[in-house]
Every structure is written in C-alpha cells, then in structure tokens.
C-alpha cells in the first residue's frame, strides 16, 4: 500500500477505540451480562485463601429434623442451643432466622418466648430481620432493630447521592426477643440482574437511620468497634471503617464478595449433634457462629459465580469471613478511568503495530496484548482483590483490529477491482485491435464478424435455457462469448487477397489453402499470449476455440481437426451457426444471399451433421429475432451507402 492508503487503514482502528472507551464510561445495560461472564470467569480461574477458622456454621439439617423433630422448633429447644454455642466458648452468635409471631408449641405453663429472651439476654446474640423495599409499605411500630452510629464522611462537598440503599419497612422478630439479645442485622442480599449473587449490602437506611447486616452486626458483637465511619470516595467508591479496619464498598455500601469455594467451603455442624453435645469443644472456641436451615423445605439458595445451590447462612458466613480476612475484592476508585486509559492505550499500540509492521503482525501483537490484558485482571483479582474488567479493552482491541483489517480488504477490493477493470480494457482494446485487422484487410468480413457477434448473444441467451447447458453459459461467460465472437475469421489475414476476393468457386488447392485460417488465427492468439506470458486465461482460452473450431461439424467432417459432437467446444459449436447464417444471407461476389426461410431450411437440414441439434433447437426459437437483426444491419449499411 502507498502511505495514504497506509495512514487510512491506520485511522479506521481509531473509531473503534473511541467507541470502546465511551461503552467503558457509560457501561450500557446491553453489556452488563457479559460484563458479568468476564468477573465469573475471573473468579473461577483465581486462587483464594481457604475460609477462616474463626467462622462456624450451625446448621438445621435434615438429621437435626429427624432427631429433635419439625420445624420451626419451639423457642426453648432454640435456646437450649445458643447456650450450648456459648459454653463451647462461641464469642458470638448470628441467627440466619427470623421469630416475628409467638410460638405456637407454648401453654398456660410454658412461656418459651420468655425462656429464650433469658438466654438471649447478654450472650452477644444477634438476631436477624429482613427488611421492605415496597413504597407502599410502613415499618412496623413494635419493631426493635439497632442501628448503628455511622459517621459519613464525603470527599470535598460532593452530596449528591446516598450511599446507602433505603428500606421502607422491616419484618423483624418479636420485641422481647430483640430487646434481649440486644443486636440484629438484615438478611437482605439481593443477587444481580442475570439472578447471580456476587455482592451484599452491610448498611442500608430505613427512615433516617442506618442498619448494619446480619454478618457486620455480628463482627461488630463480638469485636466491639469504637469508630465506626463510611468514607465516600465517589459514587462508585465509599469504605466502611472500622477503628483499623477499611472495608471497601461500592457507591451503595456493597462488598463484592470473595468465595472460598462452593457451597459447604465452610464448615458445617449439624444441630443436632451440638445439642446432643457430640460436637468437639474446640469446634466454636472464640468463633463467631452462624445458625441457619438447609434441611429440604426449610432452606434459601442463592445462586453465586461457584455454586448454583448456596446456602442463605453461607452467605452471611462468607460476608464475615472476608471481614476477618480483610482480603476484599474491590473496584479500585478510579476503576473506570483505568479501563478507559487501557482501551485508549492498546487501540494506540493496535494502530502502531499494524501501520509499521503489516496487518499480519499487528494481528499477533493485538492477540498478545489481549491475552496480557486478561492475565493481568486476573493476577490483579487473585493477587491484589482488584477488579479491572478486560472486557472493554478486549473489544476496543478487537474493533480497532476488525476495523483495519476491513479497511484493508476494501482498498485490495478497490485495487483488485481496478486490476479487474484493466485486464477488461485490456482485453477488449486486444480484440478490438485484432478485430481491426479484419476489418483492414477485408471489410465485408469485418462487418459479417460484426453481425456474429449480435446473433451470437442472442443465440446463446436462448441455447442457456436448455438445463444440460445452463451450467456452461451464465450470464458473464455468454457476455464474454459474444464479445469475442467477431474474432473467429482473425485468420483470414493470413489468407492471400486473391483467394479472398475471388469471384468463383475455389480449386481444391484453393480450398485448403482457405482451410487454414483456423490454425493461422489460432497461432496469432499463442504467440500473443506467450509474448504477454499469460497463462490458463480464461479469455483467451475461449478465443482459441472460437477462431480454431467454428468450422467443426457435429458428425465429424468438419476441419482443421475433425472434432465429433461434443469434443468440439460449446463456443466453436455455437460460432458454427451463427457463421453459416450469417454467410447464406449475404450478398457474395459468386452469389445471391439467400431468404432468412431458406436460410433457416439450410439449418435444419444440417441438423445432427453439421451442427449441434440443441444449438438449432435453440436457432429455430430466436429465428425471427435474428431476422430482424439481420434487417436491421441490412437498413444501416444502406443508410451508410447513401
């Protein structure tokens, strides 16, 4: 390529890359899903720690319901429980459940709301409640929740936005319950659009004040912060601190969760073998402990990037466990600008690549930057918990590339278009030239070849229609076929004028002297071609056969070779007529021409010997079209003599 074509195909990568950079800035809907597959795939493929030893999960499985009996269990068998947690020395308890009615097993003798109020009461215990996004719903009056004192702190005086979701209600447990154990957090976690969870609020608002989730309520019991402040870095960054602790979230206080693994990474305990006390005293020492239900009926799964079937408790364990860890996944503050600088960075090098080294090297280098881009989202997420999306880079290089490279096709189309167009002009300025000697040497002759030409076209149009030809004659190839037609009598020019301007018949000697302007055309077309070094062209491949056997005949007793029936070339069968008709009805210096109906019975009395029997089937159809072209040139020579 010249250099501005060079410098064109450089400048198409650009719109690409900028379009790359807007979809990372303004993150379409469309994209969210597939932006969802690439941190999935992210996850999978990075390593992490193995959960906490200070987490437990107590589960109502399927055995504790075989052993202790249906739930929900009455309160008391509940608090027999959280007892049992705390004398094996559970620094803190989290209950995955909510107890909003009184329960239904107490009588006039029994008060088991009260018996696990009592046990409740100063066991760092902490409830659980869920809360209402519905605008047509009201909190609960009797509810008693415990908020939590939260300072907010904003970079500069940006206040535009709340970084909290905000509840409009609660469904929580019953008052004594809550007021005795003296914590609680939300449930709440919802998934993404494309139903997957992979974040979970720790704050969320309800009329004015904030309230921590069950797994924060929990570190927050057992670790007793003093300085609890959320720091807004944007709308897209904010942290949760926690004296020395700081905690990264998003613009609404989510933590992007770390999954140790699938569903039962974490440790499981069922029930029933605490309260039998068949669990291992070291099993809760100085842990906080999870209380939740798995047992069929009884149980809520989410679906997470590892597991399709994870359990609700797990959930609020993983949230802890990242919290002790402090291992985050986070998006860095300026996430987004990152991305966008990557896009624009690698759309560069994609251009540099390809406007000094060629499109085939630039193509291994943008496979080599995709690959790095990816490699290094993922050692940032398993290394470093920072998720910086490949994706949006990935597509601005793939763009940039595909847009090159179309680039770079439509200018050799244009090119090979050109060459096309050349060779034609070429092709037709040969014909026209050899054609022109015809024409010199003998005008009759080149108006006869002028005539062939027309009747050839239309003669092969009908002779397609037959299904053994169609194939042979598409519409180029009998374009082609009628173009060259006039060239069949080429070799005439080497036919001494004494032959050709003869008034009388020949003499034998004549005769085959005449016989030889097949070969003598033939030869002027082979050593045109082997002067050019053409080769296997197809235009001149037809053009041998025309000049060479448009005097074959059907039966065999045609010259110079004495080709039968099909071994003469459809093209050389179709000259053939048109040659003979076009003869008949012309006036020659030893004759009178003949009727177009004499002409016609001449044909088909030839028909099988002399020529083709499909060619004269398709003769006799057109037959009085290639009448009136016959008048029609008959009219302007006429016009011309005059």
């Known amino acids: 390529m010249n250099r501005r074509a060079r410098v064109f195909v450089v400048l198409c990568g650009l719109l690409p890359t900028i379009a790359a950079a807007l979809l990372c800035l303004y993150r379409p809907t469309r994209l969210a899903n597939l932006e969802f597959s690439v941190y999935d795939m992210l996850m999978r493929a990075s390593r992490t720690r193995p959960p906490d030893h200070r987490i437990a999960i107590v589960d109502v499985d399927e055995h504790s319901l075989s052993a202790i009996g249906q739930w929900p269990w009455r309160r008391d068998v509940i608090g027999r429980l959280i007892a049992r947690l705390r004398s094996l020395g559970a620094r803190a308890v989290a209950l995955d459940m909510i107890f909003a009615e009184s329960d239904r097993f107490q009588d006039a003798g029994s008060d088991t709301d009260a018996a696990l109020a009592e046990t409740l009461h100063g066991n760092h215990v902490v409830l659980g409640y869920a809360l209402t996004f519905d605008r047509a719903a009201t909190k609960a009056s009797a509810c008693v929740q415990h908020p939590v004192g939260v300072a907010i702190v904003r970079r500069g005086d940006d206040q535009t936005e709340d970084p909290f979701f905000r509840a409009t209600g609660s469904i929580c447990s019953l008052p004594v319950l809550a007021a005795a154990a003296g914590a609680s957090g939300f449930l709440n976690a919802a998934p993404d659009p494309d139903g997957i969870l992979r974040r979970a609020p720790l704050l969320v608002e309800l009329d004015g004040r904030v309230y921590p989730a069950l797994s924060l309520a929990a570190l927050m019991s057992a670790t007793q912060p003093r300085d609890v402040a959320l720091q807004v870095a944007n709308v897209n960054t904010s942290w949760l601190v926690l004296d020395s602790r700081r905690i990264p979230l998003d613009g609404k206080s989510n933590l992007l969760l770390r999954y140790r693994g699938p569903k039962r990474t974490i440790p499981y305990v069922s029930a029933a073998d605490v309260l039998s006390g068949v669990a291992a005293a070291s099993t809760f020492e100085d842990k906080l402990v999870f209380v939740g239900t798995t047992a069929l009926g009884t149980r809520e799964v989410v679906s997470t990037p590892l597991d399709t079937l994870f359990a609700g408790v797990e959930v609020h364990a993983t949230v802890a466990d990242n919290l002790l860890q402090q291992d985050f996944l986070r998006r860095p503050e300026y996430g987004v600008a990152l991305e966008i600088q990557l896009v624009v960075g690698l759309g560069i090098i994609a251009m540099l690549l390809c406007g000094r080294l060629g499109l085939a090297w630039a193509s291994l280098g943008v496979a080599i930057c995709a690959a790095a881009t990816w490699a290094l989202s993922a ?59 015809t024409e010199v040497r003998d005008a009759e002759t080149g108006r006869h070849s002028r005539r062939t030409q027309r009747y050839t076209q239309v003669l092969a149009e009908e002779l397609a229609h037959d299904p053994r030809y169609a194939p042979h004659l598409p519409p180029d190839t009998i374009s082609l076929l009628a173009s060259l037609a006039p060239l069949h009598d080429i070799g005439k ?42 080769h296997d062209d197809r235009i001149l491949a037809m053009a041998k056969d025309i000049v060479y056997t448009h005097h074959e005949k059907w039966d065999g007793t045609g010259y110079p070779e004495g080709l039968r029936g099909t071994q003469i070339p459809i093209a050389g069968r179709l000259i053939a007529l048109v040659d003979v008709y076009d003869a008949v009805r012309t006036r020659r210096l ?11 019975t001449l044909i088909v009395k030839g028909r099988g010997t002399h020529f083709d029997p499909a060619v004269v089937d398709a003769f006799l159809t057109v037959s009085s079209e290639l009448e009136q072209l016959s008048l029609d040139d008959e009219t302007v020579a006429s016009s011309r003599a005059s």
């Not at 080497?494 to 003499?507: H, I």
């Not at 030893?590 to 016609?600: F, G, I, K, N, T």
């Open 493 to 534: 020019v080497g036919v001494p004028d004494r032959l050709l301007n003869k008034p009388g018949a020949l003499t034998s000697e004549e005769l085959a002297e005449m016989r030889k302007h097949p070969a003598h055309g033939r030869d002027v077309i082979v050593h045109a071609e082997r002067d050019v070094g053409a």
């Open 379 to 437: 050692t940032l997420l398993s290394k470093y918990g920072m998720f910086v999306s490949p994706l949006f880079p990935t597509l601005g290089l793939g763009g940039a590339l595909a847009s090159m490279v179309a680039a770079r096709f439509a200018i050799e189309h244009r090119r090979a278009d050109r060459a096309v167009l050349y060779r034609a002009t070429s092709h037709r300025l040969m014909v026209q030239s050899l054609f022109s000697l």
């Open 590 to 600: 030893y004759r009178d021409p003949l009727s177009h109906a004499d002409a016609v």
